[in-house]
């Protein structure tokens, strides 16, 4: 799965899918995916990784509590 690195717009191969998909993993393993060459694998903040189409991650992705009543 390809996600889109927000500070520099690059895509980064998620190498880690369910570090991605568990709220309580705040990074995720990936590889940036650009030149001619694989890139090493690194860490990324779950913050800073959006879909390629710019729409932000699901909030039951990085929200422990997204099920939790908001207070009023």
């Known amino acids: 799965m ?7 717009g690059h895509l980064v ?5 369910q570090d991605l998909i ?3 993993h705040g990074k995720v393993v990936g ?3 650009y ?4 890139q090493d694998a690194e860490s990324f903040a779950k913050r800073d990784l959006v879909f ?3 729409e932000a991650l699901p909030r039951c992705w990085v929200d422990v509590h997204y099920r939790d009543a908001k207070p009023a």
């Open 2 to 8: 390809y996600m889109k690195c927000k500070p520099d």
């Open 13 to 17: 191969e998620i190498l880690g899918i």
């Open 22 to 24: 568990n709220p309580l």
């Open 31 to 33: 590889r940036l995916h």
């Open 35 to 38: 030149g001619e060459e694989i």
């Open 52 to 54: 390629p189409s710019g």
